[in-house]
């Protein structure tokens, strides 16, 4: 094994993080916020993947295509949280589970219907195909550098937006006691919609991102949902920095187990054996690593609350 | 859903009507990621029948979502309310271990337009049984076979970590006669494999076997061709069938990959499937389509030999395999699984659509290695 690929497989688990961050982001700053538990947020993530496709598809270019896929995954989460999800934020967990896991059913039909069963064509732009060389002789695709770029370039945003703005200070402070705020006079029921839609865009931008790379289909969101959830949890759930570093754990973790624990087993067990076991086990790694965090700090590496 | 409404009660009014006729219940998959599969063999199940004009057949049509629970309770229901003769439909290999071998031991026929599992195919293999489309291994068997004529000493060979999966790479080390340079289990549902891709370049083989089905595939063959890694790959068709190239794109294209149809092979029973399913559907038939039109075509063959109240003789008629295939040369071996031809096919882009052309046959008359196995005659 040379230091090439471990270079390459670091640098891909750093892209499956930010990738994750985009995700995790919204559904912390949705749970912080408001309580809410989002089972849907998957859904807003196909929607940007279908957005992006049917719009780079008519125009020919995908800078319109992801504009198309922020756009829409925002205007579906403001009419969502308006229309649904204002009416569970008294209600306990299960009742927003069940209701959102509706919602997830509704999308995913929905877009059947629409768009049928088939997979949609959705491809790099020409601009960003192929490989290019990293120093040290490294051929890693264009996109993906792209991905890692867009991805620490919207946590810097997130930050600057909740530690410098207005509106960050209304999230924070909605996060800390929503009474408070709300007696203060501010429009509590807008900033959950402000907040709602503005998880929803980074949902759908990841979904346009990574729908590019795989593919374009309905139900694509919910095993990232999974995923998703896992960061928020290692994370803390209801802070940013804890998604960052928590979604970028995770992507490291899942890639490099799956790429050395196969290895590792090969060097004591037959090869074929070795492959199955440490597959197994690599699949399971993330999982294991969200115990251990959750046994050492029940509330999350930088939760406040447990 | 509400067209496969309509098109379900269409086909019932219009077969309603007949006393003598075989209740058929299919249970497959429409909805979820595996939709595209369950549909095409729906399609072209109905297809064959609106082509025979048959009035005999009364089909009941249900949604399976690829899961094994819901599948074992569309089966009750279709047995014991619904009293239906033949089962069919079913997509998914895990699917079909849960409903197959109860219905079949209920007396009731069943036919696999798709699902081959290995278990099924020896010492386990049953006579109401039957399975019109491939036992599970054969694809992955002729890209091994495949790989030795090409001349590649050394394969990466890849696959999901399922039953599916290691029937695969199974299938291609029972023909290969090279060297494997790295055999790779992915996580089922996978759709990142930047992981895979830089081990695959790392590798330095000479060429690549991968099956990856549905969604999976396209992800795979995306990324593989923006890497700019240049080794060629080998997979079976369900990576490369026509419901999901659209979506993969020139990425796909010149790929070898290996099926028992192909809507180029000539014979008069394919072009017109082919013409009629166009016509119909407004785009191209699938490997999975075939098999679903093939299933409907054998049981109306059998349905003009004998009747289905006679039950020996009703499995001596589908026995008999004799229909107009769009294979061509179609038969049953002791075992109920498919005698036939398996063809090398490269992707094309053919008056603006990706499609396959057949380039080669991989193994002729090819029988799985379960056969043996099975007590049946």
């Known amino acids: 094994m040379s230091a090439m690929l471990l270079i390459e497989q670091a640098l891909n688990g750093l892209q499956l993080g930010v990738m994750l961050f985009l995700m995790a982001a919204g559904l912390t700053l949705v749970f912080g916020v408001m309580g809410l538990i989002n089972l849907a947020h998957g859904s807003l993530y196909m929607v940007g993947a279908f957005a992006c496709a049917v719009v780079a598809a008519h125009t020919g270019s995908y800078l319109l295509g992801l504009a198309a896929a922020l756009a829409a995954a925002a205007a579906a989460g403001a009419l969502v949280e308006i229309v649904v999800i204002r009416r569970l934020y008294d209600r306990d967990h299960l009742d927003q589970v069940l209701a959102t896991f509706a919602l997830i059913l509704v999308f995913s039909e929905g877009t059947r219907y629409l768009f049928g069963s088939l997979p949609l064509y959705l491809n790099v732009p020409a601009a960003l195909s192929g490989p290019v060389m990293l120093p040290g002789g490294i051929a890693y695709p264009a996109f993906r550098l792209a991905i890692i770029a867009i991805g620490l370039a919207v946590a810097l945003g997130l930050f600057w937006l909740i530690a410098r703005t207005r509106l960050g200070i209304r999230i924070r402070a909605g996060e800390s006691d929503r009474q408070m705020i709300a007696a203060l006079g501010v429009d509590i029921r807008r900033l959950y919609t402000i907040v709602f839609a503005l998880g929803a865009a980074l949902a759908g931008l990841a979904g346009a991102l990574v729908g590019t790379l795989q593919s374009v289909e309905v139900g694509m969101g919910e095993p990232v949902l999974i995923l998703a959830f896992v960061v928020i949890v290692i994370g803390g759930i209801g802070s940013i920095k804890g998604a960052l570093v928590g979604a970028i754990l995770v992507g490291v973790t899942d890639t490099m187990g799956r790429f050395l624990l196969p290895q590792i087993f090969a060097t004591f067990m037959d090869p074929s054996r070795a492959t199955g076991v440490g597959s197994a086990l690599a699949s399971m790694l993330i999982y294991i690593l969200m115990a251990v965090v959750l046994i050492l700090r029940p509330q999350g590496l930088f939760g406040a609350r447990a | ?377």
Request: charged residues 15%; hydrophobic residues 45%.
């Open chain 2, 1 to 377: 859903m509400r067209k496969l409404l309509m098109t379900a009660a269409a086909v019932m009014l219009a077969t309603g009507a007949a006393a003598e006729g075989v209740k058929v219940g299919m249970i497959t998959t429409l909805s979820g990621g595996g939709a595209g599969l369950g549909i095409d063999v729906r399609d072209g199940f109905q297809l064959a029948l609106q082509m025979a004009g048959d009035s005999d057949v009364e089909l009941v049509i249900a949604d399976d979502q690829q899961q094994p629970d819901v599948a074992v309770q569309l089966a009750d229901r279709m047995i014991q309310s619904d009293q239906v003769d033949v089962l069919t439909g079913i997509i998914w290999s895990n699917l079909a271990m849960a409903v197959v071998p109860a219905a079949v031991a209920q007396g009731k026929i069943y036919l696999s337009p798709n699902a081959g599992p290995s278990a099924l195919a020896g010492a386990q293999c049953n006579e109401n049984y039957f399975n019109v489309a491939w036992q599970n291994d054969n694809l992955h068997e002729a890209a091994g076979a495949h790989a030795n004529e090409a001349g590649y000493g050394s394969m990466f060979i890849l696959a999901p970590n399922y039953p599916a999966g290691t029937d695969a790479l199974t299938g291609f080390k029972r023909f290969y006669e090279g060297e494997i340079t790295q055999e790779l289990y992915t996580t089922v549902g996978q759709t990142d494999y930047a992981s895979e891709i830089a081990q695959i370049r790392a590798s330095g083989a000479d060429a690549v076997f991968f099956f990856l089905p549905g969604g999976m595939g396209i992800s795979f063959m995306k990324q593989y061709a923006d890497s700019g890694v240049e080794i060629p790959l080998i997979g079976p068709a369900f990576s490369f069938s026509q419901d999901i190239l659209g979506a993969v794109g020139d990425a796909a294209l010149g790929v070898i990959n290996t099926s028992q149809w192909s809507k180029d092979l000539d014979n008069p029973a394919n072009q017109a499937f082919v013409e009629n399913f166009v016509e119909a559907y407004g785009r191209l038939p699938s490997l999975y389509a075939s098999q679903g039109f093939d299933t409907a075509n054998l049981l109306l063959s059998a349905m003009e030999k004998a009747d289905i109240s006679d039950q020996a003789a009703f499995r001596a008629a589908l026995k008999e395999a004799d229909f107009d295939s769009t294979r061509g040369e179609f038969r049953f071996g002791n075992n109920n699984h498919p005698i036939q031809n398996i063809y090398v096919r490269e992707v094309i882009m053919e008056d603006g659509v990706l499609t396959n052309r057949i380039v080669g046959t991989a193994l002729t008359d090819h029988q799985d290695a379960y056969a043996a196995d099975c007590p049946l005659p």
